[in-house]
């Protein structure tokens, strides 16, 4: 099932990847290929255009800042563990603040722990496969009894097919855990079909619509939505 479109703006590639111009050339060079490869506009559609938007697994901030900049009505809070790309997303945050005046703040979110809610919308952005099967699932249903009424959890992961795009995605984002230390991991991964993570969704009280992202990528993207 398609889901609709959110009402919010889209926000420019200069917008977003300007508020990193001082970062190091190593991390800008990141966020400009993480813009390109991944549909984190698409994502961000999907999210409520007004509330409060929890960013789960924010990396960077890209998304957290595009889903500001593109909808003056959000309030966006981005997390992650990985503190080194905290530093750099907060100082990109801290501009469009300045610049822009958005409402966008990034902090450090040890494992397991989330910030409570409500949330009017939660996104979920490449973090599941990082962790066990049951890890995942924990994370998902912790998500999803923060979603407020009406508001909406979007989990974006990798569908298992085409094989040739799940081969290609597989191999990079081992090189990147396992090799270059890109992603913050414990090493493993573990790709988990979007109709398991839907169940976890469904399970949790949540109605699961399907949305693939994959078209015009070399990546399997898929968005599974859930509303409450």
């Known amino acids: 099932m398609r889901a609709p479109l959110g009402r919010a703006r889209t ?22 290929m993480r813009w390109a490869t991944c549909p984190l506009r698409a994502v961000a559609a999907q999210l409520p255009p007004v509330g409060q938007v929890l960013d789960v697994g924010c990396g960077h901030g890209l998304l957290s800042l595009h889903a500001a900049l593109s909808s003056p009505g959000r309030s ?15 100082a990109a945050a801290a501009r469009a603040r300045y610049q822009r005046g958005v409402d966008c703040d990034i902090a450090v979110a ?39 009424p ?24 081992t090189l990147a855990v396992r090799v270059l230390g890109i992603t913050e991991g414990g090493g493993h991964l573990t790709f988990v079909g979007p109709s398991a993570i839907g169940e976890w969704m469904a399970a949790a009280g949540l109605t699961v619509s399907h949305l693939s992202l994959q078209r015009g990528y070399p990546h399997p993207h898929h968005l599974v939505l859930g509303r409450r």
């Open 11 to 32: 926000s420019t590639s200069h917008e977003v990847l300007s508020l990193y111009r001082d970062a190091p050339l190593a991390v800008r060079a990141h966020v400009r």
């Open 150 to 173: 009406g508001g909406v959890l979007a989990v974006k992961e990798m569908a298992l097919g085409p094989p040739w795009k799940f081969r290609w995605n597989k191999a990079q984002e």
């Open 110 to 148: 040890p494992p397991g722990e989330l910030p409570e809610g409500p949330w009017d919308g939660v996104a979920i952005v490449d973090v599941l496969y990082l962790l066990h099967a049951d890890a995942q699932r924990r994370l998902v249903v912790d998500c999803a009894r923060r979603v407020a």
């Open 76 to 90: 966006v809070l981005g997390v992650d563990v990985d503190g080194r790309k905290v530093a750099h997303a907060r």
